[in-house]
């Protein structure tokens, strides 16, 4: 006779369908429910009831924070802190533009693209990792195309759900086969390409279903508030202030008076009004010009100022000519901010030489706009009141630290249009990939990306203020307060619960009735608790009836491990649906419309799969 108390369970109940309730009619978060249900079971726990461990045991109420402890979390918080990399040395925009090449505006080709490229980079890698590495792609895809981002996130994350049921790499994957050897008596683990042919049908099925209906049933949302905030480009604002007019190209000639001398020495700006923006020794890129660099014969500067400024170096041994109309300072690499005075600024009243703003910040003023009208010569010499705004060329650790001056209020732009950071973008990457590979040679996932997080600090390519920026903190808390949900499902008794009433129900319609059981149910618990909290719950359980039953064990394992990668139904199921809800600006009943129709696909193509692949 079951004695499972049912009380706890009860409290269960309500502590998940409330707050879900809410969520799904927009009247709350979905990560404040989810800090609602931990707290919720946290005191439930302390009161005495068995939620989270035995009944009268208050010292287990500390699991409802457990959380935050969770590799997963440490997961997600390296995979923001590298992909900020990646995406400000430029491989993502890399990646989106040839997926704009490849898709243009056409939605839906948009859609398989993005799902493919997903789907085959979770063959190798974490599903989260694959898909935390393409969002940013996504965004600058949107950006530059017009399709709503939340017609291209939802197919990110289900295209890595896919892809990870044809891998042996996936978590829950791998929990099915330890569970195979553990089994009583022990089964014949799955190997690397067990999965494959039944994954890979379910998931080249499952794209095609995103491609042919995807545009349909996805949302044509407007991105939320902070998402649908566009900053201009680099190269816009230089339009803005009007910057091209006056951009020439000098080339130092031997005979010329600045050769061996500093740009300082020179006088550039003192003398003519005149800003350096960038210098180019040959056959080199172009750098930010330093005071004290010296100019050499055949280096080559930018400059920007009124023509008969620039005229009169051309006189002191520069040959000068006009910038093309499409060339721009952050098309060679440099990058540039607004900056517009902040309201109590006291910098008013005083020009930029007077507060030396130069050597102060380490950043050179090439324009000011003020009212409807562009400065481009002697910037320095104007006095500056509230309503000016500048535009700034430096390096962007000088950009940020200007950010925590009063004075100003610094506005960076869209990193869209600078070159590829080719040093650091391969740096980046041979990190990333490293991690990956370390992963797949059996060191845990988090570990492996917290080891590349913090070699991309130590070396620089990220500051920890950037990292602490990069963070998405929304998932963070959602996935640290639906784990106490996971371990109350257990602790309870309600997921054994369900498990065997289920089993009892499909055990008389033989192999392929265990198959569609066993799915059904790792699936069903996958939608509040995760894939890999089910996998612990459902392994054991659809394994020991197979057993029982004389069926093949390892298609089982394979069934409900497949089960378990069907995460489309809620955003809850799985971390990489918690990553897409905030740029995607996504409700929860998003997930259910395209989702149920995915899920029945996949069950689908599963039992065919089943017959043909493992002759059940």
Not at 9 to 36: E, Q, S
Not at 147 to 174: C, E, H, Q, R
Not at 463 to 480: D, K, S
């Amino acid at each position: 006779m079951d004695q499972t108390p049912l009380f706890p369970i009860l409290i269960l109940i309500l502590l998940l369908t409330i707050p879900l309730m809410l969520v799904f009619l927009n009247r709350l978060r979905l990560d404040l429910a989810a800090l609602i249900m931990a707290v919720g079971l946290g005191i439930s726990q302390l009161l005495g009831f068995g939620m989270l461990g035995p009944a009268n045991t208050p010292s287990d109420a500390v699991k409802a924070i457990s959380g935050f402890s969770q590799p997963v979390v440490l997961t997600l918080i390296s995979l923001f802190i590298m992909t900020q990399v990646l995406d400000r040395s430029g491989v993502t925009r890399w990646i989106a533009f040839r997926l704009v090449r490849l898709g243009g505006n056409n939605t839906s080709i948009l859609i398989g693209a993005f799902a493919t490229t997903t789907a085959l980079l979770s063959l190798i890698m974490n599903n989260l990792a694959a898909a935390a590495m393409l969002l940013p792609a996504a965004m600058e895809v949107s950006r530059q195309t017009g399709v709503k981002p939340s017609k291209l996130l939802i197919p990110i994350s289900f295209g890595s759900l896919l892809g990870g049921m044809a891998t042996y790499f996936t978590t829950a994957n791998i929990i099915l086969n330890d569970m195979l050897l553990i089994a009583e008596p022990p089964q014949q683990g799955l190997g690397i390409l067990n999965f494959t042919p039944t994954g890979g049908l379910i998931a080249v099925a499952g794209i095609l279903f995103l491609v042919m209906f995807g545009n349909k049933l996805l949302p044509n949302r407007e991105p939320s508030a902070e998402q649908a905030f566009t900053r201009l480009t680099g190269s816009q604002l230089e339009d803005y202030y009007e910057i091209g007019e006056r951009l020439w190209e000098g080339q130092v000639r031997k005979d010329s008076g600045f050769v061996n001398r500093s740009i300082s020495e020179c006088g550039f700006g003192n003398k003519w009004g005149v800003v350096v923006a960038a210098v180019c020794r040959p056959g080199e890129e172009f750098t930010l010009p330093m005071p004290l660099q010296i100019l050499h014969a055949g280096d080559t500067v930018l400059l920007v100022g009124r023509e008969e400024k620039i005229l009169t170096l051309q006189e002191m041994g520069l040959k000068v000519q006009l910038a093309s109309s499409e060339d721009h300072l952050t098309f060679r690499g440099i990058s540039v901010a607004e900056v517009v005075l902040g309201p109590h600024a006291h910098v008013q009243g005083k020009t930029l030489k007077e507060i030396d703003f130069r050597q102060k910040y380490g950043l050179t003023v090439v324009a000011l706009r003020r009212l409807n009208r562009s400065y481009r010569t002697d910037v320095g010499a104007f006095e500056l009141v509230f309503g000016d705004s500048l535009l700034v060329i430096g390096g962007l650790n000088q950009i940020q630290n200007l950010k925590k001056n009063r004075d100003f209020i610094v506005l960076e732009p869209n990193p869209a249009d600078m070159p590829i950071q080719k040093k650091v973008a391969g740096l980046a990457s041979a990190i990333l990939i490293a991690a990956i590979v370390a992963s797949i040679l059996g060191v845990p996932v988090f570990l492996s990306m917290l080891m590349g997080a913090v070699l991309m600090l130590i070396l620089n390519l990220i500051t920890m203020e950037e990292a602490y920026r990069a963070i998405e903190w929304q998932p963070i808390f959602l996935i640290a307060g639906m784990y106490s949900i996971s371990l109350a499902m257990i602790q309870t008794g309600a997921a054994a619960l369900m498990g065997n009433a289920l089993l009892r129900l499909v055990q008389p319609f033989g192999g392929l009735g265990l198959v569609a059981g066993s799915n059904i149910f790792a699936s069903f618990l996958t939608q509040f608790i995760g894939g890999q909290v089910s996998a612990l719950i459902a392994g054991p359980v659809t394994i020991s009836a197979a057993i029982s039953m004389g069926v093949n064990a390892q298609a089982i394992a394979v069934a409900t491990a497949i089960g378990c990668s069907i995460s489309f139904l809620t955003p809850i199921a799985h971390p990489v649906n918690i990553l897409i809800i905030g740029p995607g600006n996504y409700k929860f009943s998003d997930f259910f419309k395209i989702g149920w129709i995915l899920s029945v696909i996949s069950f689908l193509m599963l039992i065919i799969a089943m017959i043909l692949f493992w002759g059940l």
